[in-house]
């Protein structure tokens, strides 16, 4: 049996399971929010969305096969190339609804700052777990504290200058939950939750567009009851809240005519994107969003429990950072579209419409899957060497 064949037979089956599962339901969800649309290439969205999936599944399973103890090299420079790309679309990138995040070159465009994210996730993951160890000045947790925030201001600020508010805030609860499980002492996490809680008005007055702004106060007034513009600032998160809670229990049923989707009151450039939980709840109720928030539930614990099993630092690192950019998309993603949070330019994992995005997602799942295909190998050395010394006795 060839090495090769012997970790594609180690795969985590359930856990790509549930990733094609994902998957199928989001190319299907995407057809169900266009395909009454006038327009061709909208209602062509869920092919081109198919091709990305089947593309993001060869850099997963790309990514299963290799030992990820690659980053330990190569971390470093692709971060610094993403971030460069970054850097270079938020001045001469390609605007689109007001940001510019968008790199066109040509045949297809791509969004910089979700390669930026998948390469800070590496890059952190490599730097939390070995650089105290190679250089004796980096032992003390505030100095180690001040290279992780470096690392990651320098593409969240810039994204966050693009407009792409959404994309941007992720980087937080991605840092927070590898800073949680690197090593850093507690005191040091409460002094930099006060921190970000005092710096939040400076970034609200001075770091945010005003319709930034009018989304966060018009979120907060409809949660107090209050009368809002429902046909134009508070336009999309009412008809979003129509759409979910006219689904019911089960939800009217795929390709029904009367629903909010199909009459027009959810954008269609957005129904297949940042919308798709509205347009998902109304065809098939609290049932059918229960069972996929059930599903992504499914794969965080699957990924903990991947981690947990990680053979090194730097595997468990990888892992939890995967975790956090899964549940920051999924909750504020769902969480917009419940007043929950503001609304912002965030996809829903493996289920909105996206191409960047869906094949950094598998490819990051596929590191995932790595971690638990290599899982073995620190046993196995240490297994030989048992071995070699009884040998020698």
Known sequence: MTPLFRKFLGLNWLLIANIVGLSIFGAFAIYSASWMREDLSLIGRWRNHVLFLLLGLVAFLTASMIDYKWIRRFGFLLYLATTGMVVYTTFFGTEVNGTRAWLNLGIIQIQPSQLALAA?????SVIMSSIHKRYPIFRSPFSRLLVIGAVAAVPFFFVLRQGDFGSSIVWIPVLAAMVLMGNIPLRYLLVIILCVTMFLPFAYFFGLKDYQKKRITTQIEMLQGKKVDTQNDAYNAYNNLIAIGSGGWGGKGFKNLDTVNHKGFITPETAINDFIFPVLAEIWGFRGGLMML?????????????????RDTLGRLLVVGVVGLLFAHVY???????????????????????GTFTVVIL???GMVESVWVHRGDREAIVERSRLHVEHLD
Do not use: K
């Not at 059930?294 to 990680?310: D, K, V």
């Open 294 to 310: 059930g599903a992504f539930l499914l794969l965080l614990l699957q990924c903990l429990y991947i981690g947990f099993y990680s």
């Open 332 to 354: 504020q993603n769902v969480g917009m579209n419940l007043l929950l949070m503001p609304i912002t330019g965030i996809p829903l994992p493996l289920i909105s419409y996206g």
């Open 120 to 124: 800070g996730v590496l890059f952190l």
């Open 363 to 365: 490819f990051l799942l």
